[in-house]
């Protein structure tokens, strides 16, 4: 999984921006911290914020949600030890992308702390994170019988046949002849996807039909009921039978 984290400038505008919010979420009896505003040296984390956020990014489990996209805003204080207190989420785009920001954070290595008129003094610090799920889903594939148009090749089956025999190579052995059968996706856009050899006749006939199929046309692909192209599994019989 990999995951997109907003670069420095980002940070500043919106430690800027977040601060006010977060003072009024600190409880009024923890109030024995500064602001980023007060500091005579800001906190900093150990390798510089880049490397915050490659900490961020190594241990985030984003979750698994197709087209999910947003920032998370949290806030914590930063204690004289480096250690990170009172973590919590201004604002999450929902599946449990706050509860993770709170557990990731609750594991992150101290931070060189801020001072204030040369004292090491507790720090409320706010920062986003930019969450991104760029793992691509696995989208489903359907049989033929769930598919309201079943996919076809161009011309027909006696096409397909006619297309792959001028590819076929046949083994040059005496008497060879049977019937392979082989099967394969279908992808939304016709190409050839997934390839099984479901049964062969041996001499690599099964990976022969395999070769001659992703070189055929593509297909014309199978479609629900509103017309939407989908992925469709297929099978076919494929006979041989030497020339000798």
């Given at each position: 999984m990999t995951k997109k984290l907003l670069p420095l400038l980002s940070l500043l505008i919106a430690l800027i921006s977040f601060e006010i919010k977060a003072q009024k979420e600190i409880n009024s009896a923890t109030n024995d911290y500064k602001n980023m505003s007060e500091l005579d040296e800001t906190p900093a984390f150990p390798g510089g914020i880049q490397k915050f956020y490659d900490f961020i990014g190594a241990n985030y489990q984003t979750p698994k949600i197709q087209g999910l996209a947003g920032k998370i805003y949290v806030t914590f204080i930063i204690e004289k030890d480096g250690s990170l207190v009172d973590i919590r989420v201004l604002r999450d785009i929902g599946y449990g992308t706050g509860r993770e920001a709170i557990r990731v954070l609750q594991n992150?290595?101290?931070?060189?702390?801020?001072?204030?008129?040369?004292?090491?003094?507790?720090v409320l610090y706010s920062l986003p994170i930019n969450i991104e799920a760029t793992e691509k889903i696995e989208e489903k594939i359907y049989s033929v019988a769930e598919?309201?148009?079943?996919?076809?090749?161009?011309?027909?089956?006696?096409?397909?046949?006619?297309?792959?025999s001028k590819q076929f190579k046949t083994p040059e052995k005496v008497g060879l002849k049977g019937k392979l059968?082989?099967?394969?996706?279908i992808e939304k856009?016709?190409?050839?996807?997934?390839?099984?050899?479901?049964?062969?006749?041996?001499?690599?006939?099964?990976?022969?039909?395999?070769?001659?199929?992703?070189?055929?046309?593509?297909?014309?692909?199978?479609?629900?009921?509103?017309?939407?192209?989908?992925?469709?599994?297929?099978?076919?019989?494929?006979?041989?039978q030497s020339e000798n």
């Open positions: 992150c290595p101290k931070w060189i702390p801020g001072k204030y008129k040369g004292e090491t003094v507790r598919v309201f148009e079943k996919p076809t090749y161009p011309g027909g089956l006696q096409n397909f046949y006619k297309d792959l059968v082989i099967a394969f996706v856009d016709g190409s050839i996807g997934q390839t099984t050899i479901l049964k062969d006749i041996g001499y690599g006939t099964g990976e022969e039909a395999i070769r001659c199929l992703k070189l055929n046309k593509k297909w014309i692909p199978g479609k629900l009921k509103d017309g939407t192209a989908v992925s469709t599994a297929y099978s076919l019989p494929v006979t041989i």
